[in-house]
């Protein structure tokens, strides 16, 4: 059994074809690099010089071509159409088929999408979907390839520039994959197969059909490749920083319409992380997933099928929670008034005598000082319940408050009088049991 | 003292000065032409006349003036400047000056006040906040004077239209209105002063400045006066109806912002019936209310001060709590699995047995049949804990789920285990004690 693979899996005995040979790990061998501190001498193995060049290089390439070559129409809607199509063989492909399996394709849907990865040039579907697997069960730790916990360019590009520690990589399940012809196929003839794809097709479509080979090569080739690849970065580092979690706050995923409008719906990333084999990113109408739709779209015609989605309830559920929590913070940041067993105890007598010098309303047996308060119903009213219960006439007897008015009650609590209510019980704690209620939420 | 004052008044001995006649009630006195049944001979004695004629009239008046009259650019617009000063006389003035005492205004800006509202021939500034402050006090009460219960049709204009027996109209404390000359002036010699303000100024205006005198009287007059009286009505009947109410659902008043739209920004009503002597309705800038912005102008040049906002505290305590209700709701919608204390024991031999034929898998010392679940991590991990306690997995020894998987599984419950964690005690009611919590919210 390869290094790449669950332990659980071995128990079980499920036919594991190893035919990609992957790194082995002795123990009494050197340090990884990675646990060598990083010197003068040895800094430049730290890194990953293949990824290094082809990250800078097709930028810089770019960069040249579009000062170099005039942009035809043509050309540039085909590298727009391109860009979908790239974008959609990782977004539906490589990640919501192959790395999550949240649907099931048919063959030629599968070579669609091979091909469309292919073009994008982020490496084999393998590679891809074991990466994002371990992303997904390691998210946020030091086991997470992406973890974003490193920085938002660690997360982008730094991941893959910086040789990692295999040892450190999470392991994930990738029997399914190891076991997918057409998978072990691409991961073997993966170069030649993307440098056709990426750079080869678009240039010759571009020059069969309107003659502009160059054009074809800078624009719908590399440039439409570097903004493919940044958007794809984009779900690594900037959908686990930017917008909001309205699904779930045990890690870093966040939705954002930003994100999601570059990466074809990836970004609502949070609803992807807390249910990772759902077939949609997006849920509702205004949350931009093409990817979705056009998965959608192929399951009409037959091509995919077995669409997985997660229980509406339990989608509910996880939005419940979390505005509970956004509401709890919310609540305790305000001032419901002194609770009633921290206030001091008052003798009615006091009460009495302590109301000649100052407005004080006794309701629901608790003393109110309302200095100052400007009264809905005019001064009139209130001014009649000073020195008095007012607790009748606050309840309903002349007027049934709002809710409003019992909460502002609240603020203005400044003791308990003895006997008033049930007073001593509080007093001794067992005030959960009393009719009365404290206004906390 | 009058009739139409608060009992505690009275008490307070508040000098009151009865300037206007009020309806007294003799208890020997024949019965009210409300407490008798609807018969053909005294039908037309349950309605006011005065009011059913008025409401009818100025429609069909506008109605045929628009037929007979051409309409010019300059009074069109002069209508709608008309039907801003006319509505701001009712809101600003009206409503949130002399109804709620939301705050103070120069003489100057009072008699701005008073006449528009004259302008809007909606009766005495007394006669009108009398009956409002009523509205607010007994809302969706039978003394509520425009009580909403009664349908759309009664609190928009049925109320006026139809006598009403002034045994039932709710008391209130008008003494601040019967003690201040502007408002005992207005209320005595109303009639003339309207009809002047309604359909004389307008039609002076526009036939001295462009010689349209019928023009100005059928549009900016008749026409602007019944769009200004079902513009406010629909605060009574509207404004209970239609719309959410974020602050407080102790009464019918709601928020819609096609009400707001065309009262001036009355229609905030949900906010409005929380927090009456606020003369602020609508708080945030994209809720439409331009009464607020106007008082609130007045205010810089001093025209308009001591403007009375509720505490930001307060009005965050009730929108936290109507959300609060909101969310208990949706919660109380969802399958949350069947509660620990509902399930039933079964021994870990059992449970080992029972394994056999279906997907059972223990964690947490709860027993989950997990037929038909599609699992994210794929179907190998969780068949390796088939029959297994993979509480230690399941809570982060192999990945640390999220708060929805958590959710998930207790839709699979089907039974506790004995000794699995203290079964025995929760059994006997202590639950609540224990470290382990059940999914509810
Ligand atoms: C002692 C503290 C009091 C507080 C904090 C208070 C608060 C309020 C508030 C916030 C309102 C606005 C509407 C609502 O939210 O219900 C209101 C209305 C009213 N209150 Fe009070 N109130 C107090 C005492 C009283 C007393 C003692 C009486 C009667 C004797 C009274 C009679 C009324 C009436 C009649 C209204 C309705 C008036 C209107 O909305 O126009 N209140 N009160
Ligand atoms: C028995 C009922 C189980 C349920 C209902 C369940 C549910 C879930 C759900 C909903 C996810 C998606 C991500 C998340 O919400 O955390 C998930 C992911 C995962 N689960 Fe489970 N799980 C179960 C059992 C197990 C067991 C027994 C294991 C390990 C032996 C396991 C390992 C994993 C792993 C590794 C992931 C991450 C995979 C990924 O996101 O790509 N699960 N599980
Ligand atoms: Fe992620
Ligand atoms: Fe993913
Ligand atoms: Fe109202
Ligand atoms: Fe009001």
Redesign the pocket.
């Known amino acids: 059994p390869s290094a790449g693979e669950d332990n659980t899996l071995r128990q079980r005995k499920i036919p594991v074809v190893p035919v990609v040979p992957e790194r082995r790990f002795d123990p009494k061998a050197p340090k990884h690099i990675q646990e060598q501190p990083w010197t003068l001498t040895n800094f430049w193995r730290h890194f990953n010089w293949l990824h290094l060049i082809l990250l800078f290089t097709f930028p810089a390439v770019g960069i040249y071509g579009i000062c170099t070559t005039p942009l035809h129409t043509k050309t540039l809607l085909f590298s727009i159409v391109y860009y979908f199509y790239s974008g959609l063989g990782i977004t539906g492909g490589y990640h919501r088929l192959w790395a999550h399996r949240s649907y099931k394709a048919k063959k030629p849907l599968q070579y669609f999408f091979a091909a469309g990865g292919a073009a994008a040039f982020e490496g084999s579907i393998r590679w891809w979907a074991r990466d994002h697997r371990a992303h997904h069960r390691y998210t946020d730790t030091d086991k997470d390839p992406y973890n974003v916990k490193k920085g938002f360019w660690y997360a982008h590009v730094g991941w893959m520039i910086i040789l990692q520690n295999p040892r450190r990589i999470g392991r994930t399940d990738i029997s399914d994959l190891n076991t997918d012809k057409l998978v072990v196929f691409n991961h073997r003839h993966f170069l030649p197969f993307a440098t056709i794809m990426a750079f080869v097709v678009p240039s010759l479509i571009c020059g069969y059909f309107w003659g502009d080979y160059r054009g074809g090569y800078f624009y719908a080739g590399v440039c439409r490749l570097v903004f493919v690849h940044h958007a794809t970065f984009c779900v690594n580092s900037l959908a686990h920083m930017l917008g909001g979690q309205p699904f779930d706050d045990t890690n870093s995923a966040r939705n954002h319409y930003i994100t999601a409008l570059v990466t074809l719906g990836e970004g609502n990333h949070n609803y992807h992380h807390a249910f990772p084999n759902d077939y949609r990113n997006g849920l509702r109408w205004y949350e931009y997933d093409p990817t979705k739709a056009f998965i959608w779209a192929c399951s009409l015609v037959g091509l995919a099928y077995d669409l997985n989605t997660f229980p509406q309830n339990e989608i509910e559920k996880s939005l419940v929670q979390q505005r509970q929590k956004v509401l709890d913070r919310w609540r305790a940041r305000l001032n419901w008034g002194t609770p009633l067993e921290v206030l001091p105890v008052m003798e009615f007598e006091e009460f009495l005598e302590e109301s000649k010098t100052r407005p004080l309303?006794l309701?629901n047996g608790v003393v109110?000082d309302?200095t100052g308060?400007q009264?809905?119903?005019g001064q009139g009213?209130?001014r009649?319940?000073f020195g008095k219960d007012?607790t009748a006439?606050?309840n309903g007897g002349?007027?049934e408050?709002?809710n409003?008015?019992h909460n502002?009650?609240a603020t203005?609590r400044i003791a308990v009088v003895r006997g008033g209510m049930e007073v001593e019980v509080w007093k001794s704690g067992a005030g959960e049991k009393m009719p009365m209620k404290d206004t906390f939420g």
């Open positions: 309303v309701i109110h309302v308060f009264h809905p119903g009213l209130l009649s319940a007012a006439a606050f002349v007027y408050h709002t409003g008015a502002l009650l203005y």
